[in-house]
């Protein structure tokens, strides 16, 4: 599977939103250079007060362009990085993807993705209604469906751009469906 990186974003403080910027610094075992989220331990911030010395597998937070088109079509107008996402995808199925899957992203980045992004109340607070439509239960069998992206940990630093190509390289079989980390 081949993408293709739509946009980059950090944020130095705990915010909401990140602000797309022009290239990104991925630092092996930590994240996005500059950004609150990056560290060895947890930096959720919420998390941060009960689990500190957790290993951090939410380094990179990454998000599926598509979702926007999708929830444009229900009213909501999203763009990169309003939903907190450092980086932004395109034409890779992300919600897809097993445990343990390798992004090769630009010329020498690796991120391994570690689960789904579990999206919080906050995003209501950003467009009322919005976490309806990422965070859904099927009433039938109970399943949670969490549409707001993957999360990753870095394997191998480098700069990411927008435009950056995306290779994809799954784990060996048999593999592990992503849970919510």
Request: with cysteine; glycine share 10%.
């Amino acid at each position: 599977m081949t993408g293709q990186v739509a946009a980059v974003s950090r944020n130095e403080v705990y915010s909401f939103s990140k602000p797309n910027r022009d290239s990104i610094r991925l630092l092996t075992g930590l994240g996005v250079e500059g950004d609150v989220h990056a560290g060895e331990t947890i930096r959720h911030q919420f998390r941060m007060t009960y689990e500190p010395d957790l290993p951090n597998l939410r380094q990179v937070h990454l998000m599926h362009e598509e979702l926007f088109g999708e929830l444009a079509l229900k009213g909501f107008k999203v763009s990169a990085g309003q939903l907190g996402e450092n980086i932004t995808t395109r034409d890779v199925d992300l919600l897809g993807l097993p445990a343990g899957a390798l992004l090769h992203l630009g010329e020498q980045a690796v991120l391994e993705v570690t689960g789904l992004r579990n999206p919080c109340a906050k995003i209501n607070d950003f467009r009322k209604g919005l976490l309806a439509e990422v965070f859904t239960m099927d009433s039938v069998t109970g399943e949670f469906t969490f549409k707001s992206g993957v999360m990753a940990v870095v394997r191998h630093g480098g700069i990411v751009r927008p435009d950056d190509a995306i290779q994809v390289e799954t784990p060996p079989f048999p593999h592990r469906s992503l849970e919510r980390v």
